[in-house]
């Protein structure tokens, strides 16, 4: 697996400079991960369970959470698909503060999600969702090694080198080889979510909340 030192150093030698430029390298990695961090790929989506307890219209998302890609609830034998809609929606809807059912529906509002009709008993929920992955940044050690640094390594390495080549030294054959490297980027960026297309989100349910 490659570490953060690693990558570093390929770079490094890839536009060969001396060791000065480092830490514009380890910059330019962080940037180039917070660019990607949007895009969902294999590893960057994952699943969760969670209890939806009666009476509850609202739980707080995972820490983790980017956005939604699914969220399905068991009822019984049953597990069905909740749909996705504005809080505005919900709340022209929801208009009697008694009213308890199988939640059908779902709004994003601020850092949860609320749930119509609020539930009337105890339910489950089985989330697929983007997700964040921590541990790039310009203070993380030199060891440090995440999925953006193996699956996503060629698509991160090249996106910092053509950062590099394009910001920081520039000239006009730096900007040939940046145009290159990113060029390089883009194909593994495209490969990867081909292989996501192809792939379940996420490697299994773990616990959440």
Not at 11 to 17: A, V
Not at 21 to 26: L, N
Not at 83 to 102: C, F, L
Request: net charge negative; with cysteine.
């Amino acid at each position: 697996m490659a570490g953060l030192a690693t990558v570093i150093s390929r770079i490094l030698g890839d536009i060969d400079r001396g060791q000065e430029y480092s830490a514009r390298v380890r910059v330019a990695i962080v940037d180039a991960v917070e660019f990607h961090k949007s895009t969902r790929l294999g590893f960057n989506q994952t699943r969760a369970e969670a209890t939806l307890p009666a009476d509850e219209q609202y739980i707080a998302v995972p820490d983790d959470w980017l956005d939604s890609d699914s969220l399905r609830i068991v009822d019984g034998d049953h597990i069905d698909p909740l749909r996705e809609q504005t809080v505005d929606w919900i709340n022209d809807h929801d208009r009697n503060p008694s009213y308890r059912s199988v939640p059908r529906w779902y709004a994003l509002e601020g850092r949860a999600l609320r749930f119509y009709p609020v539930p009337d008993q105890d339910y489950q929920l089985l989330l697929s969702y983007h997700c964040t992955i921590e541990g790039i940044s310009a203070s993380a050690s030199d060891s440090t090694s995440t999925p953006w640094l193996n699956e996503g390594l060629t698509m991160i390495q090249y996106h910092a080198m053509a950062d590099v080549l394009e910001n920081y030294i520039g000239g006009e054959e730096s900007a040939q080889q940046a145009a290159r490297a990113m060029a390089r980027a883009m194909a593994a960026k495209d490969e990867l979510k081909r292989r996501a297309n192809r792939e379940q989100a996420g490697s299994g349910l773990r616990p959440w909340m």
